[in-house]
């Protein structure tokens, strides 16, 4: 299974802006496969944010991040990032990356805290 390592998250004032990123790594992995990046808020269900396919040519967001968001990868460095400008407090929330869909596994890592807040 991949373990998956993200960082990035803050405690940022609305309007400012974050680059997320994920790590992954798995002897043998080609990250060769759609990955996503999720989110929960305390209270609320997990999320998916934004999705981008294996190459990186094609992308998807949630409505309610459209236009602010923009998901990216770097597959020698097996790498995803999202980049987050324009934000708001509805943003706050464990940010995680994994595949999409995700695995039967369910495995997850530990998540990066993104705190909108004036």
Known sequence: QV?????GGALVQPGG??????????SGFSFHTRMGWY??????????VATISSGG???TYADSVKGRFT????NPK?????QMNSLKPEDTAVYYCNTVPT????????????????
Request: aromatic letters at 6%; proline letters at 6%; glycine letters at 6%.
């Open 17 to 26: 802006s974050l680059r997320l990123s994920c790590a992954a790594s798995a």
């Open 71 to 74: 998901i990216s990868r770097d």
């Open 78 to 82: 097996k790498t995803l990032y999202l």
């Open 103 to 118: 695995p039967p596994s369910n495995y997850w890592g530990q998540g990066t805290q993104v705190t909108v807040s004036s």
């Open 57 to 59: 040519s094609s992308t």
């Open 3 to 7: 373990q998956l390592v993200e960082s």
């Open 39 to 48: 989110r929960q808020a305390p209270g609320k269900q997990r999320e998916l």
